[in-house]
Structure formats: structure tokens, C-alpha cells
């Protein structure tokens, strides 16, 4: 499976962007899969997850009620609405596909990874 992220961008505090995360080369509509990201000299950190139908969902508390993972598998797409953004947001998204249906928060059992998409928050 290959994943691209796509979306990302510079937005002022307060405003939104949605990224989504498209797979090819064969379809990941059995596997959960997550977004991460990373800012600027720190480490990788579990952003939201996504059970392969839709049916459970994972938020990190810093992004809860903010953001909103959702999935589109005839699209083969996952996506990420993020709303009320902070500078602190500001970092490089990526989006990670799991081997199991339901996963969970850590980076070492998502199997395959695309490449990040820079999210930049002004104040």
C-alpha cells in the first residue's frame, strides 16, 4: 500500500484545513489507519485514528473536539478536519495504515507510511 497526504498549508489561528490521505496500489479499506505529526525538534505524536469501517475512532486529547477523522473507503481516502487550529498544531502531519482493522496510538505497529504533509499555524 502507498499512501499520499495531501492538504496541508498555512491557515491563521482559528481557521481549518482538511488533509486526507489516498492509498494505492491495492485498497486499505481493512486496515485502520492514523494520523501522527511532528513539530519541529520534537518527537512523532499519535494524532487521531480510524477503525477500517468508521465504526471507532481515537482522538489525542490536545486535537479532541477540534478535529474529526473520517473515512471514505470507496475512495480509498481518509481524511482530517481540523478546526479552530492553533499555532501550536503547527507541524508536519503524516498518515500511517495499520495491519489490523482496529489499531491503536503507537508508530511501531502502523505498517505503512506516507509522506508528511506541513500544517502551519500563524498566530
Known amino acids: 500500500v502507498q499512501l499520499q497526504a495531501s492538504g496541508g498549508g498555512l491557515v491563521q489561528a482559528g481557521g481549518s484545513l482538511r488533509l486526507a490521505c489516498a492509498a494505492s496500489?491495492?485498497?486499505?479499506?481493512?486496515?485502520?489507519v492514523a494520523w501522527f505529526r511532528q513539530a519541529p525538534g520534537q518527537e512523532r505524536e499519535f494524532v487521531a485514528s480510524i477503525s477500517w469501517n468508521g465504526g471507532r475512532t481515537d482522538y489525542a486529547d490536545s486535537v479532541k473536539g477540534r478535529f474529526s477523522i473520517s473515512r471514505d473507503n470507496a475512495k480509498n481516502t481518509v481524511y482530517l478536519q481540523m478546526d479552530s487550529l492553533r499555532p501550536e498544531d503547527t507541524a508536519v502531519y503524516s498518515c500511517a495504515a495499520n495491519l489490523r482493522p482496529v489499531g491503536g496510538r503507537t508508530a511501531g505497529e502502523h505498517r505503512y507510511w506516507g509522506q508528511g504533509t506541513l500544517v502551519t499555524v500563524s498566530s
Open positions: 496500489r491495492r485498497t486499505f479499506s481493512n486496515n485502520a
